[in-house]
């Protein structure tokens, strides 16, 4: 049974009030007095020698602040990268400066030239459809193999490569690995591409940059996942203003699935031209922009081998695999391919021998960088895939394979760097077969084959790596930033607590789930506990929400300023109840001496901590409020088996989706329905990356599908109910909530499972020429895959 | 969107006068236009709205059975009120868009665009309609002229469609993922005097009629009289990031001999 309320409880988002009954305030919603409109000239040619920058027509026109362009902006800095990647021979990656509008050239469609300032937003769109750049167009670059290839035009001429790095992964096991597929009994391998997404979060970007003169301080609204992180990068790196007058505020956001972790040039520039008008200056982004600005994400070209012996023993993985970084280096790109990606090659497998090469390529495409899931849901894919093309060439069930190169005992070190602290993938496989009615399976073939239908069974499973941790450890591996974070706990002097957090919420539910621990930990209702996040000026610092951190990392740290807090108050109850500290216990709300029925309420401890009339001051400070920074020993690994049945039309290559289980293992849950929900919404993204997303572009770089016209999003049609299960649990073993994280799963551990399903489908309908096909699998691609 | 000025007549000789001013543009449902004059692709000086004349709206039979549907008249309509005299029709209207769209879009606008992917095309050609405008009727068969080609003149109005009802019909389409338009739709009708099938959302010349399907079904009206032709020439169909001019071809085949299937 789920408890009524506090860690385990079914409540209610308490958030979902305000977003669905308008009252949400997003950064649109914002306006301030005075506020002029930007909007952005950009690059409709996807590489180009800018020659010059024509916006004298533009500069007559209505309402028409100024027209700003690159050479406007003396002094400020490009867009910082925020982590370092070394190459396999010790060298540094290439890193090509970034600006905030084109310089000498332009790199991709989409690339902002100038921005225009006016009165209102219509009439700084009707200027900047006047502006002319000259751009001399020359030849772009979009294949990446291409672009690595001999006399292949530059992206960047400064750098002399479009090869961004070239890294080896563990490097010193590469000739072991070598020798051991050179003696292998089988050896299986897949070419396979990870299609580019586009985000298509609900909300679009939008900014407001805001300037005091009274003051010289600097305010900056934007839809963002972290804002401590993007005052810090703006600040520091590209406008020079000190943290302390430099505000950065992330209200409501609609959604970031990662593209929102990032900086970009629009917040820069509205934040510079806001004190250099003396106006707020604000910029929302249209769809269409939106379509070919956003940072994209996956985009891999692989190869992947898997060595085995003869009883199916995983011997040994080599990858070879091409990573597009778009023509910059948007601010985590260079991390996405490699630590994010090559830790993860074992999967759930016991491998003792594992060999990642990454090649990082410029192109004249929109940069690309994490997007839900970033770098595992890549590493799941090559592998459950290449396990279930193994399986079919050896004979052997796709299941059984998997289960017996299970890992089993832990902690268990990977050769790839990483130590799972726990899991139990027996466990979720069990519970799949069991949800999944796996059993069944034939059963419904049959009545698929009845009406035509090639129906197919796809499983697989995953293991992902959450709160990306300690900082330490990632500063050697070239992180330019700390990955910990904050949390604030006060107590107000009639009981009620707010939190406030360094992790932001944009669709995840913390205001909810992290009311709950609280609550849970002291024993008062959820209505108790209110939570802060967004604002740099009332949270403490913090490195925001990507990467399923929040409640292992964030939700760490509050549980340890709770527990300060709970120390504190112990002791004046002590003090109240003439007692020894220790002899204290808090439960439901009361601290009680314990085996007496001595006690002293909740209320009564906080009022006396800020009205300190009968109080050991001698001994602590009034009031009742703590911080704690909470830096994790390690990632978690919240891991799974995902089952997905569909149905192919042989005339027409029409995938359906008739079933999708999931089983996870999350650890310790706190709101199971944040959790469900969490899990539906990746499953969603995971099956519009297999079956229907992906941009495309032509020879000359532009995007073909920058619309929703043409590029396909999931919709509630494509989609059948799942089966959801989490009773699997193997708590995490080194941070306080023994919690994992689940916002990606769900996106890391579907595509594999429908493509999975689709080529099952296809084999078992005679199609056995067909081993595999690339996502998205359209109708017309499974079609042409079955013409042969 | 440009500024433009906005009319909305209430009488057709107003409505006509409004559109024979310099780059005045008809604006009937819009579910086609307002995305385009939002994307900054075109820049009318006027739009005149269709939406307060009357006598365009509505569905009604005619002395020789025709269903008659005024050119303004959604969608959502169509799908109600043709549903007892020709539900083939109904169903193709039900299943345009989404209900936004349906109670948006019209017929008029449609057949006037007459997008190579719309689903309308198909019915008008594959039931022989008639298309009344402002001054005289043109025979489906000589109103559509390829990819958003019409045999309209500027500044002709499409008042009404009249559809003669077949003794069965059927739309089936195949969706494209994203807009979710026609990849390929086939519409069979079967009349007295022979069977007509039309083709949207395949072919690079927009709608048209497949010749030999249409003798095929009239000696034999059945799903194998369709498998057992060759699918129409790729050459001429459209090829895309949806699918190849060979993939749409054969769809061609596929939707038809379903529809033909389906036929009530």
Same mark, same amino acid.
């Given at each position: 049974m789920p408890k009524d309320f506090g860690i385990g409880a079914n409540s209610k988002r308490r958030e979902d009030v305000r977003f669905l009954t308008g009252d949400g305030r997003y950064t649109d919603d914002i306006n301030l007095h005075g506020q002029a409109h930007v909007a952005f000239v950009r690059s409709e040619v996807a590489h180009g020698r800018l020659k010059g920058v024509d916006s004298s027509a533009a500069e007559k026109m209505p309402g028409i602040l100024r027209v700003f362009t690159a050479a406007d902006l003396s002094g400020v800095g490009g867009l910082p990268c925020g982590w370092q990647v070394t190459d396999r021979h010790g060298n540094p990656m290439l890193e090509p400066k970034h600006p905030v509008l084109a310089e000498d050239k332009v790199r991709y469609v989409g690339e902002a030239i100038a921005a225009v300032v006016a009165e209102t937003e219509a009439q700084a769109r009707d200027a900047a459809d006047t502006v002319i750049p000259d751009i001399e167009a020359l030849p772009a670059v979009v294949d990446m193999k291409g672009a690595v290839a001999e006399g292949a035009p530059l992206v960047h001429d400064d750098i002399g490569s479009n090869l961004c790095y070239d890294w080896g992964f563990v490097e010193d096991n590469k000739a072991a690995v070598d020798e051991a597929f050179a003696t292998a009994d089988h050896v299986t391998s897949l070419d396979l591409v990870n299609n580019r997404m586009i985000p298509n979060a609900m909300e679009p970007r939008v900014a407001v940059g805001d300037y005091s003169r009274a003051t010289g301080d600097s305010t900056l609204y934007?839809?963002?996942?972290?804002?401590?992180?993007?005052?810090?990068?703006?600040?520091?790196?590209?406008?020079?203003?000190?943290?302390?007058?430099?505000?950065?505020?992330?209200?409501?956001?609609?959604?970031?699935?990662?593209?929102?972790?990032?900086?970009?040039?629009?917040?820069?520039?509205?934040?510079?031209?806001?004190?250099?008008?003396?106006?707020?200056?604000?910029?929302?982004?249209?769809?269409?922009?939106?379509?070919?600005?956003?940072?994209?994400?996956?985009?891999?070209?692989?190869?992947?081998?898997?060595?085995?012996?003869?009883?199916?023993?995983?011997?040994?993985?080599?990858?070879?695999?091409?990573?597009?970084?778009?023509?910059?280096?948007?601010?985590?790109?260079?991390?996405?391919?490699?630590?994010?990606?090559?830790?993860?090659?074992?999967?759930?497998?016991?491998?003792?021998?594992?060999?990642?090469?990454?090649?990082?390529?410029?192109?004249?495409?929109?940069?690309?960088?994490?997007?839900?899931?970033?770098?595992?849901p890549e590493a799941t894919y090559q592998l459950e895939r290449v396990i279930d093309k193994a399986a079919r060439e050896m004979g052997m069930d796709p299941v059984a394979l998997r289960r017996k190169n299970f890992i089993t005992e832990f902690p268990y070190a990977t050769p790839v760097a990483v130590q799972y602290d726990t899991g139990d993938y027996i466990a979720t496989m069990d519970k799949l077969e069991e949800i999944a009615d796996l059993a069944g399976f034939e059963a419904r073939r049959a009545e698929s084959a009845?009406?035509?239908?090639?129906?197919?069974?796809?499983?697989?499973?995953?293991?992902?790596?959450?709160?990306?941790?300690?900082?330490?450890?990632?500063?050697?591996?070239?992180a330019r930033a700390g990955l910990y974070e904050s949390a604030t706990v006060r107590v107000n002097a009639t009981g009620g607590v707010v939190v406030m957090t360094g992790a932001h919420s944009h669709g995840q539910g913390h205001e909810t789930s992290f009311a709950q621990v609280i609550a849970d930990m002291i024993g008062i209702p959820e209505d108790q506990v209110d939570v802060v996040h967004g604002d740099t000026a009332n949270t403490p610092m913090g490195m925001g929400t990507y990467g399923s951190r929040s409640i292992a990392v964030g939700g760490s740290a509050m549980v340890r300023a709770a527990g300060k807090v709970i120390d504190k108050a112990r002791k004046i109850a002590a003090h109240l109840m003439e007692a020894s500290p220790e002899d204290i216990e808090l439960?439901?709300?009361?601290?009680?001496?314990?085996?007496?029925?001595?006690?002293?309420?909740?209320?009564?401890?906080?009022?006396?901590?800020?009205?300190?009339?009968?109080?050991?001051?001698?001994?602590?400070?009034?009031?009742?409020?703590?911080?704690?920074?909470?830096?994790?020993?390690?990632?978690?690994?919240?891991?799974?088996?995902?089952?997905?049945?569909?149905?192919?039309?042989?005339?027409?290559?029409?995938?359906?989706?008739?079933?999708?289980?999931?089983?996870?293992?999350?650890?310790?849950?706190?709101?199971?329905?944040?959790?469900?929900?969490?899990?539906?919404?990746?499953?969603?993204?995971?099956?519009?990356?297999?079956?229907?997303?992906?941009?495309?572009?032509?020879?000359?770089?532009?995007?073909?599908?920058?619309?929703?016209?043409?590029?396909?999003?999931?919709?509630?049609?494509?989609?059948?109910s799942y089966v959801?299960?989490?009773?699997?649990?193997?708590?995490?073993?080194?941070?306080?909530?023994?919690?994992?994280?689940?916002?990606?799963?769900?996106?890391?551990?579907?595509?594999?499972?429908?493509?999975?399903?689709?080529?099952?489908?296809?084999?078992?309908?005679?199609?056995?020429?067909?081993?595999?096909i690339d996502m998205p699998l359209t109708p017309s691609r499974v079609w042409a895959a079955m013409q042969g | 969107m440009y500024a433009f000025d906005f009319e909305r007549p209430t009488s057709l000789s107003a409505a006509l006068k409004a559109l024979g001013r310099e780059d005045a543009q008809a604006l009937a449902g819009g579910q086609t236009l307002i995305p385009t004059l939002k994307a900054r692709l075109a820049q009318p000086s006027s739009l005149v709205s269709l939406s307060a004349l009357a006598e365009l709206k509505g569905v009604r039979k005619d002395d020789a059975g025709r269903v008659c549907i005024g050119a303004t008249t959604p969608h959502a309509v169509v799908a109600r009120e043709a549903a007892g005299d020709y539900p083939a029709l109904a169903a193709l209207a039900g299943q345009i868009g989404d209900p936004a769209v349906r109670n948006r879009g019209t017929i008029g606008g449609s057949l006037a665009n007459n997008d190579p992917s719309a689903c309308y095309p198909a019915a008008a050609l594959a039931s022989n309609a008639m298309i009344v405008t402002n001054d005289r009727e043109i025979a489906a068969d000589d109103f559509f002229e390829g990819m958003f080609a019409t045999a309209l003149e500027e500044g002709e109005i499409i008042t009404e469609v009249r559809f003669p009802v077949p003794q069965a019909a059927?739309?089936?389409?195949?969706?494209?993922?994203?807009?979710?338009?026609?990849?390929?739709?086939?519409?069979?009708?079967?009349?007295?005097?022979?069977?007509?099938?039309?083709?949207?959302?395949?072919? #690079?010349?927009?709608?048209?009629?497949? #010749?030999?399907? #249409?003798?095929?079904?009239?000696?034999?009206?059945?799903? #194998?009289?369709?498998?057992a032709l060759a699918a129409p020439a790729a050459d001429g169909m459209i090829g895309d990031l949806h699918g190849s001019s060979e993939y749409r071809a054969h769809l061609v085949r596929v939707m038809t001999a379903r529809a033909v299937a389906a036929a009530r």
């Open positions: 934007t839809t963002s996942q972290n804002p401590h992180v993007i005052r810090l990068l703006m600040g520091a790196f590209v406008l020079g203003i000190p943290e302390h007058k430099l505000r950065v505020v992330a209200p409501d956001v609609g959604g970031g699935f990662g593209s929102k972790i990032f900086h970009y040039a629009e917040e820069a520039f509205c934040t510079f031209a806001a004190k250099a008008l003396n106006r707020p200056v604000k910029w929302t982004c249209t769809r269409s922009e939106s379509f070919v600005t956003d940072a994209h994400g996956r985009d891999h070209v692989t190869r992947i081998e898997l060595a085995l012996d003869k009883e199916g023993h995983f011997k040994a993985i080599r990858t070879d695999t091409y990573a597009n970084m778009g023509a910059y280096l948007s601010t985590f790109a260079p991390s996405v391919p490699t630590w994010l990606h090559g830790t993860l090659m074992a999967g759930n497998y016991k491998t003792p021998l594992i060999y990642v090469n990454v090649k990082a390529v410029f192109t004249n495409t929109v940069p690309v960088d994490a997007y839900r899931g970033a770098g595992r009845k009406k035509g239908l090639l129906r197919g069974l796809g499983v697989n499973c995953y293991i992902e790596a959450c709160g990306i941790a300690p900082s330490n450890l990632v500063g050697q591996l070239g439960k439901d709300g009361k601290f009680t001496v314990a085996g007496t029925d001595k006690s002293v309420a909740w209320g009564d401890v906080t009022l006396a901590a800020y009205v300190p009339h009968n109080y050991p001051l001698e001994d602590i400070e009034p009031g009742l409020e703590e911080t704690s920074f909470y830096d994790p020993a390690n990632f978690t690994y919240p891991a799974g088996a995902y089952a997905c049945e569909v149905e192919v039309d042989p005339e027409t290559g029409k995938v359906t989706l008739c079933s999708f289980a999931a089983a996870d293992d999350f650890g310790n849950i706190i709101n199971p329905m944040i959790v469900d929900g969490q899990v539906h919404g990746g499953i969603a993204q995971g099956v519009g990356q297999a079956l229907l997303e992906g941009a495309a572009y032509d020879a000359s770089g532009q995007l073909l599908n920058a619309s929703y016209m043409d590029y396909a999003m999931p919709r509630a049609d494509d989609l059948p959801v299960d989490h009773s699997c649990q193997t708590p995490c073993t080194h941070n306080p909530l023994g919690v994992k994280g689940c916002g990606e799963a769900g996106a890391i551990g579907s595509p594999p499972a429908v493509v999975n399903a689709v080529v099952d489908a296809l084999q078992r309908g005679g199609h056995t020429d067909v081993t595999h | 059927s739309y089936l389409k195949f969706e494209q993922p994203a807009s979710r338009f026609a990849l390929v739709g086939a519409y069979v009708a079967k009349f007295a005097d022979g069977v007509r099938v039309a083709i949207t959302g395949a072919s #690079e010349e927009g709608v048209f009629r497949w #010749e030999a399907a #249409e003798q095929a079904l009239s000696k034999d009206f059945s799903a #194998e009289a369709v498998k």
